[in-house]
Structures are given as C-alpha cells and as structure tokens.
C-alpha cells in the first residue's frame, strides 16, 4: 500500500483543520493506521492511531480525533482547537495488523508511510 497525505495549511489558532491519507491498493483494510508529526529541530511523535480502538497523545486527547473510511481507503485526522504548538508537518502511518500493537505509539512500529503535510498554526 502506498500512502498520500493532504489537507494541511495555515490555520488560526483555535481553528480546525482536517487531514486525509488516501492509500493506494486493495488491502487497505489489513493494515492500522497511525498519525504522527515532527516539528523542526524535534523528533517525530505520535499523535493518534486507530487499531481495535482509537489512542491519542496526551497532547493532542480531546482536540483531535482520528477515523477511517474503508470504502474511500482514506484514513483522517479531524484537528480541533489547534494551538501553534501544534506546528508540524503531518506523517500518515500504516503497519499490517499482524504486527505487534504493543509499541503503536512509535515510528518504528510502522513500516508504510506517507510524505507528509505541513500543518502552521497562527497565533
């Protein structure tokens, strides 16, 4: 599966913005998908992923809500009451489901990802 990654911009803070990664191929229902961010001068970090169920960082709890849709093979990321901390570019992230799940949280459980979108927060 390949993955592409849209729906990034300026944005104002307390604004929302909505993030889609569409995958390419026919298996798309076989594998999880994660949303990750690296902002400049900082590691990639997890924000959200949607295994059996959905999981959020801290940081992002509350605010950002990560769904699929099968049938389109698109995965989004709603972002909600965004703060310039929030400045990233955005990674869609896919692993087969017969991986490990245990560390879901970090990149390296991830071996499909996207290129990237650039989200900036204005304050």
């Known amino acids: 599966v390949q993955l592409q990654a849209s729906g990034g911009g300026l944005v104002q803070a307390g604004g929302s913005l909505r993030l889609s990664c569409a995958a390419s191929?026919?298996?798309?229902?076989?594998?999880?998908m994660g949303w990750f961010r690296q902002a400049p001068g900082r590691e990639r970090e997890f924000v959200a992923t949607?295994?059996?169920?959905?999981y959020y960082a801290d940081s992002v709890k509350g605010r950002f809500t990560i769904s699929r849709d099968n049938a389109k093979n698109t995965v989004y990321l709603q972002m909600n009451s965004v703060k310039p901390e929030d400045t990233a570019v955005y990674y869609c992230?896919?692993?087969?489901?017969?991986?490990?799940?245990?560390?879901?949280?970090?990149?390296?459980?991830?071996?499909?990802w996207g290129q990237g979108t650039l989200v900036t927060v204005s304050s």
């Open positions: 191929g026919r298996t798309f229902s076989s594998y999880y």
């Open positions: 992230a896919a692993a087969p489901t017969y991986y490990s799940t245990t560390y879901y949280y970090t990149p390296a459980a991830y071996d499909i």
């Open positions: 949607m295994i059996r169920s959905t």
